[in-house]
């Protein structure tokens, strides 16, 4: 089993919707949360972070984070068809090392 | 433009070849890490350096090396290569290397393995 498990799509929306996109994770030791937007043959681009649990909006953008429940969310309100993108979850901790530990990625496609 | 940048955007090359991958990181960043994308195993850690010296590693095969330059500059090395090595492979960098410091990716280079 993949320390953090990601829906992979892909998720087809109209344009204007809502948008939720999830991530489990299974090691305690991660405390920075962080959401990531690849567009096709490009690197992640850093969405949003949140230390620990609790909400962080930005914009359009909501992120939350349940540690009790080892579960992390990103929501997008009237989302565009520029949003259509691969999202990326990812999380690091101390003592779980330095490095992202990286979901799979959900591809979404948002359609005029 | 997250500041990172990666030459070359495109490589393709045989089995059983050797290549070199290089990252310049944002001005300012001592941090460097290597990542590899496949669409079989999603974006995976391969090694970290901060300021000319290893600090971690991750899945990082054993015909694949990096290292960090005093000019910060750093370079994966590739070899033996295997049609399953065909990846984007990312660089990213961030202040420090702290784990809360947020990495900045640079654009990838695509390896094909032919």
């Known amino acids: 089993q993949k320390e953090v498990e990601q829906d992979p799509g892909p998720l087809s929306v109209p344009e204007g919707a809502i948008v939720s996109l999830n991530c489990t994770y299974s090691?305690?030791?991660?405390?920075?949360f962080m959401w990531y937007r690849q567009y096709s043959r490009k690197g992640p681009e850093l969405l949003m972070y949140t230390y620990s649990s609790g909400n962080k909006e930005d914009g359009r953008f909501t992120a939350q984070v349940d540690k009790s429940s080892k579960y992390i969310s990103l929501f997008i309100r009237d989302s565009q068809p520029s949003d259509s993108a691969t999202y990326l979850c990812a999380m690091s901790g101390w003592s779980a090392g330095n490095m992202l530990t990286f979901g799979g990625g959900t591809r979404l496609m948002v359609k005029p | 433009d997250s500041g990172v940048t990666q030459t070359p955007k495109h490589l393709i090359t045989a089995t059983g070849q050797r290549v070199t991958l290089r990252c310049s990181p944002r001005?300012?960043?001592?941090?460097v890490y290597w990542y590899q994308q496949s669409l079989d195993q999603g974006l995976q850690f391969l090694i970290h350096y901060y300021n000319g010296e290893e600090r971690a590693k991750g899945n990082i095969l054993e015909r694949f090396s990096a290292q960090q330059f005093p000019d910060l500059h750093s370079e994966l090395n590739l070899s033996s290569l295997e049609l399953g090595d065909s990846a984007l492979y990312f660089c990213a960098s961030s202040v420090a290397g702290g784990e809360q410091e947020t990495q900045y990716f640079g654009p990838g280079t695509r390896l094909l393995v032919l």
């Open positions: 001005s300012g960043d001592l941090s």
């Open positions: 090691n305690s030791a991660f405390q920075y």
